[in-house]
């Protein structure tokens, strides 16, 4: 029996990405210096282009000063510790959890998994 590696662990969830009809791109083929690239630096982890479509697709009802917050509420996440940053990613994406944006001088919407509306990650 053979030990488990990073190697086979990354290939067995991009394999399963791929059944769920997910698109797997190396990063060789969309980094910064390729000629298809889909992220301004090496350190950038988020695809925004693609982000920003994605929580404009799956929240159509949102204005768009609600949905830029919500993107930037992402990106920063207030600190460079990669642990606390995977912490806050991974309550965002918990049910029952909210995000409260400015939509205009006098208006705040909630967005939460669990309330009237819903901003989707």
């Excluded at 996440?77 to 995000?99: A, C, R, V, Y």
């Amino acid at each position: 029996m053979s030990d488990l590696t990073e190697d086979d662990v990354e290939q067995n969830l991009i394999d399963l990405l791929q059944e769920q009809g997910y698109t797997y791109f190396n990063d060789s083929t969309i980094n910064p210096t390729s000629d298809n690239p889909q992220r301004d630096a090496f350190d950038s982890v988020v695809l925004e282009k693609q982000f920003h479509a994605s929580l404009r697709k799956l929240n159509p009802d949102l204005p768009e000063p609600a949905l830029h917050e919500a993107f930037q509420h992402v990106l920063h996440l207030g600190t460079n510790d990669i642990m606390t940053n995977n912490e806050k990613f991974h309550q965002m994406l918990s049910p029952g959890q909210q995000l409260v944006v400015r939509v205009s001088v006098d208006n705040w919407v909630f967005l939460s998994g669990s309330g009237d509306i819903d901003c989707r990650l």
